[in-house]
């Protein structure tokens, strides 16, 4: 590795190690993984922040203009799902990219994406709250007027909604995020059912799938009377 890239990802790895263990959290809340699960999300996680840090400072400069606004849009979403983004010290990171999406380029909204290999190395419980918080703010966010932008960052937040539910977050709950996203959108009335119903049906079997990897699981050590109750 470049040395001129090795130690700026050294340092940013030991940043948001420190930020993990240190950052004072809303609610108290803390990650539920275990510390090897969550020494390999900062190995993912710190990569993927410095390379969009980087970018977007190339790319348009530091816009201090946006720094008021970043700030408040962090202070809106670091509470979701128990602070989540803040217990994995990616809050910042995440609200620079939507702000940036918002004001720049919508389709900055997909860079978010590159800290779901951070978060799909801790355990379920914290990926359920991850996926959940990121189609919340993917469900409320402000869309530019732009159909092609419009659709994938739809088919983002399905993606979001899906994962959760898969780890167990409710199926109906995420179904409204779509929902919510949808009917600001779209114009003609059957389009929006068609799109509603199709999330739905995809949503609910990721939900249904996590019921049933729990009960094959208490299968597996013997517990058949809780394994028979969770898959019904």
Not at 142 to 167: F, G, H, I, M, T
Request: hydrophobic share 40%; charged share 30%.
């Amino acid at each position: 590795m470049n040395q001129t890239r090795f130690f700026p990802v050294v340092y940013k790895a030991a940043v948001v190690a420190a930020a993990i263990l240190c950052f004072p959290l809303p609610g108290n809340a803390r990650l539920a993984s275990t510390k090897a699960q969550e020494s390999n999300m900062v190995g993912k996680a710190a990569p993927a922040a410095e390379k969009w840090f980087r970018h977007l400072n190339t790319t348009y400069g530091k816009n201090d203009d946006f720094t008021e606004d970043i700030a408040g849009f962090c202070r809106k979403i670091g509470d979701y799902e128990d602070g989540i983004l803040n217990d994995m010290a990616i809050l910042n990171d995440v609200g620079r990219l939507c702000i940036f999406a918002q004001r720049k380029n919508g389709r900055l909204l997909r860079a978010i994406d590159d800290f779901d290999a951070a978060a799909d190395q801790l355990g379920v419980n914290d990926r359920r709250r991850y996926y959940a918080a990121k189609a919340r703010i993917r469900s409320e966010l402000a869309v530019p007027a732009v159909d092609s932008v419009k659709q994938e960052w739809l088919v983002c937040l399905v993606n979001d909604c899906c994962r959760a539910s898969r780890y167990g977050f409710d199926a109906e709950k995420s179904s409204s995020f779509v929902k919510a996203f949808v009917r600001r959108f779209e114009e003609r009335k059957s389009s929006e059912e068609r799109v509603l119903g199709e999330s739905a049906c995809r949503i609910t079997q990721q939900y249904a799938s996590f019921f049933l990897a729990e009960a094959k699981s208490l299968h597996r050590r013997h517990d058949e009377k809780r394994a028979f109750k969770t898959a019904v």
